[in-house]
């Protein structure tokens, strides 16, 4: 009778002892937050730039931004060429009269296809941008070699039969023409789908793909000898670091 009573101790004394040892796991849950910021650089099939965006959670899986973007846009005939007149090569783009920037303005509109679990931190958001397209042209300068050994900076002129390939010693100081600019108004839409990855929940790190449009009220002059356009349609990529709070 006694040993059995020490074993009946002995079993109790495991028991007490095993639930205060006991831990219970608690899956950690992803947290809410209403307001995100961005930055990121952009690479897209005409040229590159950077952007910035802000904005906030309508619900859990849609999300309202607005989007500042400035991006540079070449004409797709547009090839660099070599001037030997110098010690240094110089690099230039014969035919090319005017430089484009393009700033981009507008609300961007997000829905979360696939959400960060528990536990993991992958998520992809598609998104659809739209707003006003303003492009800036800046001519070109470039400098020219005369017949007596001299050297002259001018806007090229595609007219001017001084301003032939060979006369090109090269390109002029980027300030030159500033204060030439001329503004194309227009619009633009972009949709692409975004691939969120990171560690922390309060952190974005993401990668952004899709497709660009910029629509002009008419043609913008960027070369001398190649048709140009209104219309400029573009494949994008934009890395972006940010964070929500």
């Known amino acids: 009778m006694q040993l059995r009573l020490t074993a009946l101790f ?4 495991c028991s007490v002892l095993a639930q205060d040892v006991r831990y219970d796991y608690v899956e950690d849950m992803p947290l809410r937050y209403t307001n995100e910021f961005s930055i990121g650089a952009t690479l897209h099939s005409s040229g590159w730039g950077f952007m910035f965006r802000k904005g906030k959670n309508l619900t859990v ?17 547009e090839y660099k060429s070599v001037s ?14 005017n430089s484009l920037l393009v700033l981009h303005g507008g609300f961007c509109y997000e829905r979360v296809l696939f959400e960060k679990a528990e536990r993991r ?9 739209g707003g006003p397209s303003l492009g800036f042209t800046k001519p070109v300068y470039l ?10 900076v001018e806007k090229y002129d595609p007219n001017n039969q001084n301003h032939d390939r060979q006369s090109i010693y090269g390109k002029a100081e980027f300030t030159k023409g500033l204060d030439e600019l001329k503004l194309y108004p227009g619009l633009f839409l972009k949709s692409g789908v975004m691939f969120e990855y990171n ?10 793909i899709g497709v660009m449009l910029d629509a002009y009220t008419k043609k913008i002059p960027i070369m001398a000898f190649a048709k140009n ?3 400029f349609f573009n494949l994008y990529g934009t890395f972006m670091l940010g964070r929500k709070k």
Request: glycine share 6%; proline share 3%; no cysteine.
């Open 10 to 13: 002995f079993l109790l004394s």
């Open 61 to 77: 899986s849609r999300k309202r931004m607005f989007e500042v973007e400035a991006v540079s846009m070449k004409h797709p005939k």
């Open 84 to 97: 030997y007149l110098s010690e240094r090569p110089k690099t230039f783009v014969f035919g090319k009269m």
């Open 121 to 129: 931190h992958f998520e992809i958001r598609w998104n659809s941008t």
């Open 143 to 152: 400098i020219f070699a005369t017949g007596n050994g001299q050297r002259v």
């Open 199 to 208: 560690i922390m929940n309060d952190g974005i790190t993401a990668v952004e």
């Open 229 to 231: 356009k209104q219309v």
